[in-house]
């Protein structure tokens, strides 16, 4: 078949051996852009990145140390990285001891690369469809972002819950004295309160503007809203030839030679492409945007700060400085120690999962929201609407969940029947949640001796009995069992939501 299609393909390697690499020419392009019919990447142009970077990758191999004796030792690489000024101490010394014998640095570092290529690949592959006519599939589309998104976040929060159990159980102060990691334990506070300060300032900032504007609109009084466009990412897409701005710079300047040459020499369509308001090449970016981002930069943030102080407070902090003989997770240390409830390390991942979920939201609420009216060639609804909460809630959520709820009506059911009965499911387990989470220990314990004492009292009941007398859960055990309801409960709900919601309305 390939052959059939390439001919100069039924000559295998011979020409990479004799040098004739131009025979790989049609099967191994640069041609950049999309294909025309299934608006996906030249599947010759995907050959030809990954056969390039393999031989970049090969080339760079060598740098580290083989069974051929050739390259550098790992060892010897990080020994060496000490700077000349001495600002980072003794810089990486002890790292490669350490690396190596602790599985839970190891698992935090991969997680952490995993994680962030995770969500790379979330964002790639939308906005460079990698896959003949994904671009036209949206709910397959819509699938696939939300997927990657969710899995990124599970994936980092357990990166930093590795690295706090590090932290605890294999972190050698003596072996990594004065290097780069010592000096990020020493200068905690200072990393800490940073974090602090961008996520308060984030979120007062934010909320302000989103609860004025709503208060705005409630008044009847739209054009009183704080609208903020965002200049500096507008000029950035105007750069690459975006042309609505009105800026008149390199590809938006007709008068540029980057224009002339864009036209002729690279990127044929380019600029038609980036233009066009059907696909997600440059999306058009105004103050719902801005908004938006800056309420995911919040989401980030704080739980990026919750994360890291509990990976950074896990081995002790002033007010606890014995934390690390506690081990990961522990509830409270008693009476006599006032305020030891909720600092583990543990307790600082439950947290974080819940502000990890609630970012996760509010990046997927935005890309199908705009992605919706972006299809439905309704811009102006995103545009106008997503500058207050009000508009989330009324023209994202409640607008597209009609589709949803009419799974099953009076008139009968339909094929978004399954999606329906998997949204009020959701529903369920999400909310059994909470019965966990915000019931508080005690009260289950006492429930539990109500019942052991009916129990008792009952002859025939009596004829199965217990070895152990029944007790509530820890408050550790219940944080676990409700913060697992909640996260399953969440993607059921708005995985179930984002389906119907896009298949009911684009087949």
């Known amino acids: 078949m390939a052959t059939k299609l390439f001919p100069k393909f039924s000559q295998g390697l ?14 191994l392009t640069f041609l950049g852009g999309f294909h025309p019919q299934t608006q996906s990447l030249w599947l010759t142009d995907m050959a030809h990145h990954h056969l390039a970077i393999a031989v970049i990758f090969i080339v ?113 102060p003596e072996q990594n004295k004065g290097n780069v ?13 940073h974090l602090s300060w961008v996520s308060l300032f984030l979120g007062f900032h934010t909320l302000g503007l989103y609860v004025h504007n709503d208060v705005m609109n409630a008044f009847g009084t739209p054009e009183k809203q704080i609208l903020i466009e965002p200049v500096f990412a507008q000029w950035i897409q105007a750069a690459q030839g975006k042309s609505l701005y009105g800026f008149d710079f390199l590809l938006s300047s007709t008068n540029s030679p980057a224009f002339s040459a864009g036209q002729s020499l690279w990127l044929p369509g380019w600029l038609e492409a980036i233009n066009n308001n059907q696909n997600s090449l440059f999306l058009t970016i105004g103050p719902g945007d801005f908004l938006v981002h800056h309420a995911i930069a919040l989401g980030l943030h704080t739980t990026t700060l919750i994360l890291v102080k509990g990976a950074l407070d896990a081995r002790g902090s002033k007010l606890m400085p014995d934390k690390k003989d506690f081990g990961y997770s522990f509830p409270c240390d008693g009476p006599g120690r006032g305020g030891t409830c ?64 009419n ?71 219940a944080r676990l069992v409700g913060l697992a ?15 119907a919601s896009t298949s009911g309305r684009f087949g």
Not at 107 to 133: C, D, E, K, N, W
Not at 384 to 391: D, N, V
Not at 449 to 456: D, I, Q, R, Y
């Open 60 to 172: 760079a191999g060598h740098m580290y140390r083989t069974n051929f004796g050739i390259g550098h030792r790992l060892q010897a690489i990080l020994d060496a990285h000490t700077p000349p000024g001495g600002g980072l101490g003794a810089g990486h010394k002890g790292l490669f001891e350490t690396v190596n014998n602790s599985l839970h640095f190891q698992l935090g570092l991969a997680l952490a690369s995993v994680g962030t290529i995770t969500s790379l690949v979330a964002q790639h592959m939308y906005a460079l469809p990698p896959y003949a006519f994904l671009a036209v599939d949206f709910t397959t589309q819509a699938s696939l972002y939300t997927h990657h998104q969710y899995i990124a976040g599970f994936i980092m929060c357990g990166a930093f819950a590795h690295g706090a159990i590090f932290f605890i159980r294999d972190y050698d």
């Open 181 to 193: 990691l010592a000096r990020i334990l020493d200068h905690k506070e200072a990393i800490i309160s």
């Open 342 to 405: 909720d600092i583990s390390g543990y307790d600082a991942f439950y947290l974080a999962v819940f502000w990890m979920l609630n970012t996760i939201g509010w990046v997927t609420f935005y890309w199908h929201w705009k992605h919706l009216t972006l299809w439905q060639g309704n811009v102006s609804q995103f545009d106008e609407s997503s500058t207050y909460l009000m508009g989330w809630l009324r023209d994202y959520l409640w607008l597209n969940s009609s589709q949803l709820i």
């Open 407 to 477: 799974g099953y009506n009076p008139f009968g059911m339909n094929s978004l029947s399954v999606w329906a009965w998997m949204f009020l499911f959701g529903h369920l387990i999400y909310a059994t949640g909470f019965m966990f989470l915000i019931s508080w220990r005690g009260y289950w314990q006492e429930l539990i001796e109500t019942l052991v004492w009916a129990h008792e009292k009952t002859p025939l009941a009596n004829l199965v009995y217990w070895k152990d007398k029944p007790v509530a859960l820890s408050i550790v055990q």
């Open 14 to 27: 011979t020409p990479f051996f004799t040098g004739n690499w131009a025979a790989y020419a049609p099967i």
């Open 485 to 499: 309801h909640f996260s399953v409960g969440y993607i059921f709900t708005y995985a179930a939501f984002l389906i």
